[in-house]
């Protein structure tokens, strides 16, 4: 399972240094996308994506703190194979029709020099929760020339065991661990609420 477009941690990297006190920004679902990557035989990759995500970031640049909440839409599985998708969705793999989410709520972030360069927190998947770490990278932040706002996007990026939440399904044929890569986008809310 591949890179993609995380989250769940991305969405603080997309947090510039300069956010004002109580920034909230809303993740975009239409530029927000989470991808994964997972070896078979342990040497072929096998990715796909999640077309569906969405949450938000609440940053506090005079503490360098702050909450992301990130969701994801599991049956929103895209493996460019139908076949695929339905087995990946099915109660062997992600067990979609009775964990339709997976989440991710931070609990923590790490700076360098003022720069977000981690986020650390809390990802359910399948009914399991477990503490995750995603390194963030490529924080970019523009105005919306059209809207008079500001968007911010970020990749995040982490491994974690599928077997740790439950899904040992064909291992080791399949491996155990998953790198995922969240491509946020997101835009500051100007009366600083956000809904997820």
């Known amino acids: 399972m591949t890179r993609a477009a995380l989250l769940v941690a991305a969405l603080i990297a997309l947090v510039p240094a300069s956010a004002r006190l109580g920034d909230v920004y ?5 530029r927000t996308s989470v991808a994964f990557e997972v070896t ?22 005079a503490t360098e ?3 992301v909440d990130l969701i994801v839409d599991t049956a929103s599985v895209d493996t460019g194979w139908d076949l695929r998708d339905r087995f990946v969705r099915s109660e ?6 009775r964990y339709p989410r997976l989440e991710f709520r931070s609990t923590a972030m790490t700076f360098a020099d003022h720069h977000l360069v981690a986020v650390e927190g809390a990802l359910t998947l399948r009914g399991v929760t477990r503490t995750v770490r995603f ?19 970020a990749e995040i990026i982490g491994h974690i065991s599928r077997r740790a939440f439950g899904i040992d399904y064909a291992y080791p044929l399949v491996g155990d661990e998953v790198l995922l890569t969240f491509a946020v986008s997101a835009e500051r809310q100007r009366d600083g609420v956000a809904g997820r």
């Open 26 to 30: 809303r993740i975009d679902p239409e």
């Open 135 to 153: 390194e963030v990278r490529n924080v970019r932040c523009g105005p919306l020339a059209s809207e008079g706002g500001e968007r911010c996007e």
């Open 65 to 67: 703190a702050g909450s």
């Open 92 to 97: 062997n793999m992600l067990d979609a029709a």
């Open 40 to 61: 078979q035989l342990g040497v072929f990759p096998q990715s796909g994506r999640f077309g569906r995500a969405h949450g938000r970031i609440a940053f506090d640049s």
